[in-house]
């Protein structure tokens, strides 16, 4: 068996339905899929996502990130992005591994890693694909694995993330990958300014405010900004507010007027034009049909 189909194997195991599956090994998530998806918007938070079968399509700004069994994805902060599963059949589902990153192990791990460059320093996208390695899907396989060895897990599990997190630190990804953990790095400036934006998106915010957050000048948090993910701050924040607004129309929390007014619109006609301009359609039209594809799911 190839290291692909064991991973493929591993992940169907642990992942019997579609969806996003939780596991006992910390940080890991199995997916399955059967069909390709919808476009969906999400903020996509720091992870390793390796896919065993099937592809998939991610959205950052105007750029488009494919992957699939040859490439893994690298996300390095959190990012309003829109995935789309576009390879997966009932016979051949579309089958991911998730690692959630943890700053703190990049750090302690930097210490025994060659100190940064200047260029590694510099901002670039906040996402990045890049080709598999045997030695780091020989690293996800085992870690995958210690699912069929639960008294192993608390062990070994660290010891193999650990490993997964240097095979990247060593690899194309290592300049966005150091860049999660270095306090300093324009990256770890930018993630200020997002944290900040997370913590605020419902009120009105000058530049200057998120600029000092950040501890850079406007100008430079413009620049750096847009080079991470695509957007200005405002552009962000909206895309905050609209996905908010989608879910609590969605999980029927509220109504689109009053969506709207939660997250920070004071006009509905406002509202509804933005998030016609984001999502293709009219709030009640847009989850109306959301929830007819859920509906034809279930079927």
Known sequence: MSQVEELARLIARFAPSDGVHQTAVPRLKVVRLSQPSEPMHGLHEPALCIIAQGAKQ??????????????????????????????????????????????????????????????????????????????????????????????????????????????????????????????????????????WIKRNYRSPFSVEIVAAEARMSPSALHQHFKAVTAMSPLQYQKQLRLQEARRLILARAHDAASAGFQVGYESPSQFSREYSRLFGAPPLRDVARLRGASAADAA
Request: one cysteine or more; proline letters at 8%; glycine letters at 6%.
């Open 58 to 195: 991610v959205i950052l700004g105007d750029q488009i990130y494919r992957y699939d069994a040859a490439h893994c994805l690298v996300v390095s902060l959190d990012l309003p992005v829109i995935g789309q599963v576009i390879e997966a059949t009932p016979e051949e589902p579309y089958l991911c591994v998730k690692l959630e990153l943890d700053p703190a192990a990049i750090g302690a791990l930097m210490l025994e890693a060659p100190p940064l460059t200047e260029r590694e320093l510099s901002s670039g996208p906040g996402l990045t694909v890049g080709p598999m390695t045997p030695a780091l899907r020989d690293a996800v396989i085992r870690l995958t694995s210690l699912l069929e060895a639960p008294a192993d897990i608390a062990v070994l599990a660290p010891l193999v993330e650990r490993e997964i997190l240097y095979r990247l630190l060593t690899g194309e990804q290592a300049a966005r990958l150091r860049q999660v953990a270095v306090a300093e790095s324009k990256l770890q400036q930018v993630n200020r300014a997002i944290a």
